[in-house]
């Protein structure tokens, strides 16, 4: 089973995302800074994909860019908000629905993946 790791200050979008991919039979687990970030990979949680809120301290945290180059990612980014964003997979610009980070995250889930 796919470990989906969301993380988001914005509650809503934590919550809302995590929700309809637990509904949709896979492991979500929802973050909302690189510290717990950094919990659940030191407790043996590896991501399969990301769903990334694009803010300063999440999107600029050194830790987390070493893990979005590392991991399929998707970045929900703000149009107005000027930040420098990560390489990553996939960027949605807000307003986005829920369903459109999920259909994402389904195309990363099955692409194929090279060691």
Known sequence: MPVIFVI?????????????LLEAGIKAMGMQSAD?????IAAGELPSAIVLEATPQLAGDPAVK????????????????????PPVAVVLYRPIRIGEILQE???LLNKPRFA
């Open 8 to 20: 988001a200050s914005d509650w809503k979008l934590r919550t809302a995302v995590r929700a309809e």
């Open 105 to 107: 995250l389904q195309k």
């Open 36 to 40: 717990e970030v950094g919990q659940a």
């Open 66 to 85: 070493q893990l979005v180059v590392r991991v399929p990612t998707v970045l929900v980014a703000s149009r107005t908000e000027t930040i420098r964003l």
